[in-house]
């Protein structure tokens, strides 16, 4: 497991240190508004990225087979081609709107290829988690390290020509490097669990419809949960705060992501190679040390940060970024432990629980923001009253995902695998 999870950290590290020295000349090439299409664009591929498998990427690594597996990635795949649709759908119509009531001149342009990217995004995590299923870490790595090289290098060529959506349009372009350097070697697999195809081996998706029915509706509880304070704050307060908020995500929340996706697969695949009980409450506990640690020493260094330090990394204009990073760090930080970990759920089988907790999550964020809105003084006072609020609520949700994961964990019995 561990040296399974270095060979993928190793690619995330090295995708994200050309994020971080991009970085220091995007911010100067663009403004925050650039950074606002960008969280519209990511907020959208975000969603759509998860919701659009059906969810049967987590079961992938479940069957014993890999035909009852190919079945899994055969509905998955048609999964895919609805979220396409569906995206449109939604997309198309309402680019205009959304254009004037968050201030984004150029999103329109970007809409009309949003639905293939949602679909370019969501069949990479079905190709990632056949990867995981086969044990196979490299390819994995080398996506995680080369499609933020194709992106950053995009956006860097598009300022001059899109100075307000070359950010948008350069992750897009990421996301299609993404998903080709996770295709290679797959096509076979792909093919035989294409959408005209019968499914290989007929019953194995009804007898998982627990994922796209109940861990479905949780994830897209969820994602709306993650993401709704985008679509709130970017409303409320403007483009410039967005574009803020994009670059702390950026910097912290970003590269803490696609180390909890390396993480959450690793694990899984170790949890459902050790046996119930002591064995399996051990591995949990050794995972769990590790990636507090490192929650807890992401949170000390941004917290002991000077305060020009954004506006020294990134120009001046970007001068009080800082306060809102030391804003969230603690949202990002509790974040990260509960998404590297939370594949133990489903180790455990308990994804109604899931469900729940990401009900609880929506309902949070929502009464969070409602009562940062309309009391303030509770947060400390000041405009941000809505975006504490929200941070504090998320912090509460994932405090107690984590507690409910542990006790799952130590009273599971001896579950049917």
Not at 13 to 18: F, H, K, P
Not at 246 to 255: H, T
Not at 293 to 304: C, I, T
Request: with cysteine; charged share 15%; aromatic share 10%.
């Amino acid at each position: 497991m561990i040296r399974r999870m270095t060979t993928l950290m190793g690619g995330s590290v090295a995708g994200q240190l050309v994020s971080i020295l991009a970085a220091f000349a995007l911010t100067r090439l663009y403004s925050p508004e650039a950074f606002a299409h960008l969280e519209m664009l990511a907020l959208a591929t975000g969603i759509g990225a998860v919701l659009g498998t059906g969810k049967f990427e987590q079961a992938l690594m479940l069957p014993k087979g890999d035909q009852a597996a190919r079945s899994l990635l055969w509905a998955g795949q048609r999964s895919v081609g609805v979220a396409v649709g569906v995206t449109a759908l939604l997309v198309w119509p309402s680019a205009t709107w959304v254009s004037d009531k968050w201030g984004l001149e150029q999103w329109p342009m970007v809409a009309l290829v949003l639905p293939a990217f949602v679909g370019f995004a969501a069949h990479t995590r079905l190709l990632e988690y056949w990867h995981h299923r086969k044990a196979k870490a490299s390819p994995v790595a080398l996506a995680n390290g080369g499609a933020p090289l194709a992106a950053e290098s995009a956006k860097l060529a598009g300022f001059s020509a899109l100075p307000l959506s070359g950010l948008a349009w350069g992750s897009g372009f990421g996301i299609l490097a993404r998903w080709a350097l996770m295709r290679r070697g797959l096509s076979e697999v792909c093919r035989s669990a294409g959408w005209r195809q019968r499914e290989p081996e007929p019953g194995t998706a009804k007898a998982h419809r627990d994922y796209p029915t109940w861990v479905l509706a949780g994830s897209a509880m969820n994602r709306l949960a993650q993401w709704l304070h985008v679509l709130l704050l970017g409303l409320a307060l403007g483009p410039v705060l967005l574009g803020m908020l994009g670059l702390a995500r950026r910097m912290v929340m970003q590269p803490l992501s696609i180390l909890a996706a390396s993480a959450a697969p690793v694990l899984f695949k170790s949890a459902t190679d050790v046996d119930d009980g002591a064995p399996l409450q051990q591995l949990f506990w050794r995972a769990l040390a590790v990636i507090a640690g490192l929650s807890f020493m992401v949170w000390l260094v941004v917290m002991m940060a000077p305060d020009n330090t954004t506006a020294w990394l990134f120009g001046p204009q970007w001068l009080g970024v800082m306060e809102v990073v030391r804003l969230l760090v603690p949202w990002f930080a509790l974040n990260f432990m509960a998404a590297s970990l939370g594949s133990m759920f489903h180790r455990v089988q308990l994804p109604r629980w899931i469900t729940a907790l990401d009900a609880l999550h929506l309902l949070a964020v929502g009464t969070g923001w409602w009562l940062g809105t309309e009391h303030p003084e509770w947060f400390g006072g000041g405009e941000w009253g809505a975006l504490v609020g929200i941070v504090w609520a998320k912090c509460g949700y994932y405090v107690v995902n984590v507690t409910v994961l542990i006790f799952a964990v130590m009273t599971h019995g001896n579950a049917d695998r």
